[in-house]
Nanobody, 126 residues
């Protein structure tokens, strides 16, 4: 059994920070990476960030690089997405995902992930 639960979404003004959390349970020790994706209305789900299970490697979309930071706490089995200097275009439902795919090149696409959380809404006002 695997379950991912996101939390931390909400309404924030442009320029402000927000931190999302994703708590994992089940056979998480088999995951090679955890990722964050987002999906705005009428748009496709897009890659935001990913982190290797060891935490040694991180990956970011160009649109968020320098503003967002992905991290994880193995003791709490939780992955975080620290979002700073938020922009209105960051508004979306944010999803946590996990993958057992070993090749990092697959971690940039939604089809590379095996498990997904329910999503948490992030709304950035101007």
């Amino acid at each position: 059994q695997v379950q991912l639960v996101e939390s931390g979404g909400g309404l924030v003004q442009a320029g402000g920070p927000l931190r999302l959390s994703c708590a994992a349970s089940g056979r998480t020790f088999t995951f090679y990476a955890m990722g964050w994706f987002r999906q705005a209305p009428a748009k496709e789900r897009e890659f935001v960030a990913a982190i290797s299970w060891s935490g040694g490697s991180t990956y970011y979309a160009d649109s968020v690089k320098g503003r967002f930071t992905i991290s994880k706490d193995n003791a709490k089995a939780t992955v975080y997405l620290q979002m700073d200097r938020l922009k209105p275009e960051d508004t979306a439902v944010y999803y946590c995902a996990a993958t057992r795919v070993v090749f990092s090149s697959r971690w940039y696409g939604a089809d590379g992930y095996d498990y997904w959380g329910q999503g948490t809404q992030v709304t950035v006002s101007s």
